[in-house]
């Protein structure tokens, strides 16, 4: 993998936490968590759709997407959920122990989308390095919550 790619993959894990925070003090300044929310999705919308224009993505056949299966379609569900979750949960937990929650669940569920090849995955097993991993990253959590 490029480092090109590593480098955005850093900047976007980096982002989400940005994201939380700033959602969080627009929950406080709104004083309610869905009118902020609503408000990080539609920038979010008009920032992609903005991209989407100026780039001329071209839009693919009706059929196409017909033919995706039923759980591609929850990816935005998905992101919603976390974009609740973490609005609601950032400014009582703090970003490092909201942050260590949302990443080790992460890589929990990677492991598992991988080892059995779910959601489109290509199967990778679970062998002991990744689990160790998971362990790790499990411990790396507990240690940041507790202190």
Not at 15 to 27: D, E, F, P, R
Not at 43 to 70: D, E, H, I, Q
Not at 99 to 125: I, K, N, R, Y
Request: glycine share 12%.
């Amino acid at each position: 993998m490029s480092w090109l790619a590593w480098g955005f993959a850093l900047l976007a894990g980096a982002l989400i936490t940005v994201q939380a925070g700033a959602n969080s003090q627009l929950k406080q300044s709104l004083g309610t968590p869905m009118p902020a929310l609503l408000v990080n999705y539609v920038f979010g919308f008009g920032a992609v759709l903005a991209y989407a224009l100026a780039t001329r993505v071209s839009w693919p056949a009706l059929v196409k997407a017909t033919g995706a299966p039923w759980w591609a379609w929850l990816g935005g569900l998905a992101g919603a959920v976390y974009g609740v979750a973490a609005i609601l949960l950032a400014s009582r937990l703090g970003a490092a122990t909201l942050m260590a929650l949302v990443v080790t669940s992460q890589l929990f569920c990677s492991v598992l989308l991988d080892h059995f090849g779910w959601v489109g995955f290509e199967v990778h097993p679970a062998g002991w390095g990744r689990v160790a991993g998971c362990v790790f990253m499990a411990a790396g959590f507990a240690l940041i919550a507790r202190f």
